[in-house]
């Protein structure tokens, strides 16, 4: 059974940081699709960033410069590093891993792409 955990929200103001992590159990996230998607309270979700590999790594264009995404394959782990934070980057960021065939669902990834989800984290940016 695939099971993705986050930690690492919270609450930070405008121009911080923060690094969200997702540990996976159950499902190697080497060479897998993974993403970050997020969920604000009026807002359907968004795919920030997703990456299959080193060499597939996508982002959302509002998050551009400012998020990386990055894995550690030898502790199954994601992660995601926000920078320069804004009040509409407050959402609730879900770890996803996609095992539907192909691996890369290409480089226009929606939130229907992933079928397993982390049980979210919430961030809040205030001014």
């Known amino acids: 059974q695939v099971q993705l955990v986050e930690s690492g929200g919270g609450s930070v103001q405008t121009g911080g940081s923060l690094r969200l992590s997702c540990v996976a159990s159950g499902y190697s996230i080497s060479r897998n699709c993974m993403a970050w998607v997020r969920q604000g309270p009026k807002t359907e979700r968004e795919v920030v960033a997703g990456a299959n590999d080193e060499r597939d790594v996508v982002y959302a264009d509002s998050v551009k410069g400012r998020f990386t995404i990055s894995r550690d394959n030898a502790n199954n782990a994601l992660y995601l590093d926000m920078n320069s934070l804004k009040p509409e980057d407050s959402a609730v960021y879900y770890c996803?891993?996609?095992?539907?065939?192909?691996?890369?669902?290409?480089?226009?990834?929606?939130?229907?792409?992933?079928?397993?989800w982390g049980q979210g984290t919430q961030v809040t940016v205030s001014t």
């Open positions: 996803a891993a996609r095992t539907r065939l192909p691996t890369w669902a290409g480089s226009n990834l929606r939130a229907s792409d992933f079928n397993y």
